[in-house]
Nanobody, 127 residues
Framework: QVQLIESGGGLVQAGGSLRLSCAAS????????LGWFRQAAGSEREFVAA????????YYADSVKGRFTISRDDAKNTVYLQMNSLKPDDTAVYYC????????????????????WGQGTQVTVSS
């Protein structure tokens, strides 16, 4: 089992920045590939960003490319999502996700590829 706890959400004005954190416990963090997803009110959960076990491979949704950065700190068992140039359309509940994998460079960008999910953190961007 893996437990994931997100933090760092809040209210920010358009153009501002936030950094989300997701702390993991229960499994060797270095065995996990990680991702961030989001779900706006009335919408389906969508992929945001992913990072491989090694941290050398990352992948982003087109809507956030160039504005968001995913990173991981294995010493702290934490994955981050740095969000810059935020827009009102970024308003959503953001979820951290994890899966065990033997691939060091693989990343995953669909819901069903992840086994473990956090409880979510709300991000609201005002115009």
């Amino acid at each position: 089992q893996v437990q994931l706890i997100e933090s760092g959400g809040g209210l920010v004005q358009a153009g501002g920045s936030l950094r989300l954190s997701c702390a993991a416990s229960g499994r060797t963090f270095s065995s996990l590939a990680l991702g961030w997803f989001r779900q706006a009110a009335g919408s389906e959960r969508e992929f945001v960003a992913a990072i491989s076990r090694s941290g050398t491979s990352t992948y982003y949704a087109d809507s956030v490319k160039g504005r968001f950065t995913i990173s991981r700190d294995d010493a702290k068992n934490t994955v981050y999502l740095q969000m810059n140039s935020l827009k009102p359309d970024d308003t959503a509940v953001y979820y951290c996700a994890a899966r065990q994998t033997v691939s060091t460079s693989g990343y995953y960008y669909t819901n069903i590829q992840y086994n473990y999910w956090g409880q979510g953190t709300q991000v609201t961007v005002s115009s």
